[in-house]
């Protein structure tokens, strides 16, 4: 079994910057098969930051340049920093870990953390 508890959410205004973290426990083999997601309210939810194969951080277009993804080790989790925020930044984030396994992957998701920007 895997847990993810993610912290650092809240509101904050247009501009402003905020730091997610994701707290892991369990079965993780590789923080690289760990990244973010996002619903904003009404929305599917949606890819916001990982890691490609080669291990380099990949993100959403929409977050490209404001966004970066790290990896926690003392953790076992990954960090978000968010800068230059912006009101469709709006959303619940969630830290999701993929177990991959020959007999079949196991997605585990933490129970997600609130993101307003409002002015």
């Known amino acids: 079994q895997v847990q993810l508890v993610e912290s650092g959410g809240g509101l904050v205004q247009p501009g402003e910057s905020l730091r997610l973290s994701c707290a892991g426990s369990g079965s993780i083999v590789s923080l690289s098969n760990m990244d973010w997601y996002r619903q904003p309210p009404g929305k599917q939810r949606e890819y916001v930051a990982g890691f490609t194969t080669q291990n380099t951080a990949k993100y959403a277009d929409s977050v490209t340049g404001r966004f970066t993804i790290a990896k926690d080790h003392a953790r076992t989790g990954l960090t978000l920093q968010m800068n230059s925020l912006k009101a469709e930044d709006t959303a619940v984030y969630y830290c999701?870990?993929?177990?991959?396994?020959?007999?079949?992957?196991?997605?585990?998701w933490g129970q997600g953390i609130q993101v307003t920007v409002s002015s």
């Open positions: 999701h870990y993929r177990r991959y396994a020959l007999d079949g992957n196991i997605d585990y």
